[in-house]
């Protein structure tokens, strides 16, 4: 399907304009992401991790297993962004990657189905995948998954299209992506899908070329070894304490939520397999569904691109039934990226056989398929949007407000123990008190890191109890803290 005559004479003449699909992409979806994003620390949309990455990352600590080195490295550079709140420039970091995810859907539609008859279709993707509830969940928040997107996406552009310039660099994105999250581990047997040259280099030998993006892979990885040296600096956020190589194993093992693997029974597993189903429909509604489908099924061609996406389908929905965390649902999304492509694939092809004098035909698929979009997008947005969720940040306020001078505050549970780190270790409020996470106080590390955290605390151990502690230092009165459906403080 060409373009329309005036964009092909101005991209003759301003190159420009041949950049302006993915650049209206990028701004139509940072609009609907900024329209939705979280002001500040937020629990919406799953996302109660944000207080411990956002103060992690804010202190040069170590967030939880696995670490996340890659994660906090970026969210540092976009904390330092002199807008809005602490927590609101790394929520932002979140909408920046999921558009930049959507952009590299829209090129590789683009790649494959050749920038003239591949423009709509790539726009289609692109916004497929930007829109889906769970991603745009995602990008409002903040959270590992969005930059995770990103570089699946990436790997897949350069694996998909490959040329031997880059395999040091496909080598070492893919480093860097396990530096991320672990999961990247699914995308390692694309290093194997095919070894023959490229770009008309017969010269070049697979097992080189094998050797070559195994040593950027090693080199990519060692971001891990970053956490050690973060670690000797004593942060107070300082998961596993890695200065020792079985404490670092530990936390990028992420042995801490080994029990979650392997655990759902057949019935089980039959029943989330529905589930996934019909959250693939919510994702993408049925016109989605069946351009995917039409695609993979009637479409599908022996080629990189079509092999790789049908593996990253494959494997990261196997791995979402058999893991049992309340979370399973967002390794989805390297599933949703494929399927995105798919519908790319599938409406590149319908695009393609209009014939290229009925422009009337083309511009009525255009209004159409962004009609579908749009009004997805607008029954989604109300389950997403987390710009008016504020329990964080009244929980935090009221915490540090409530509680009285010198306190032991003994915080419990993932929501308060976050939130009260983000507000008394990020953001400096009420130095006077010491926080102690209740459920930690049987790990060797995080003793270490009290002591370190606060000199003057006596803590009392092994393996001390809430009131251990708070006996150790009876001076102090002791709070303690939680957070179930609302704020539950109690100070003796």
Known sequence: MPLPRFYLEMTAHRPFFRHLPPLLLASLLMGVYLSTLAPGLTWANSGSDGGDLITAAHTGGIAHPTGYPLYLLLARLFQTIPIGSLAYRTNLMSAVFAALSAILIYGLIVRALDLRHGWLAGLTAGLAFGLAPLVWSQAVITEVYTLQAFLTALILYLYA???????????????????????????????????????????????????????????????????????????????????????????????????????????????????????LVQQFGWLGMLAGIFALVLLFKPTRLYLSTLWIGFAYAAFALVYTSEDAHLYLIPVYLAFAVWIGLGVGSVLGKTPSSSRVLLWGAGILITACLGFHAFAVAPQVDASQDQRAEMFGRQVMAEVPKDALVFVKGDRAVFTVWYFHFALGQRPDTAVVVEEFLHFDWYLETLRHTYPALNVPGPLPWAQNVADANPSRPACFVEYVEQAEILCE
């Open 161 to 279: 299209f490959p040329t031997s310039r880059f395999e040091a660099l496909r080598g070492l994105i893919l480093g860097l992506a396990m530096g991320n999250h672990l999961t990247t581990i699914f995308l390692i047997p694309l290093m194997f899908l095919d070894f023959r040259a490229v770009d008309g280099d017969r010269a070049q030998r697979p097992a080189s070329s094998l050797t070559r993006q195994l040593i950027w892979f090693a080199i990519g990885l060692s971001l891990y070894l970053t956490l050690p040296l973060r670690a000797l600096t004593d942060p107070p956020v300082n998961w596993g304490n890695p200065i020792t190589l079985k404490r670092l194993w530990w936390l990028v093992s992420g042995e801490l939520y080994q029990g979650y693997y392997l655990q759902p029974q057949m019935a089980e597993i039959g029943g989330r397999a529905q589930a996934w189903a019909s959250l």
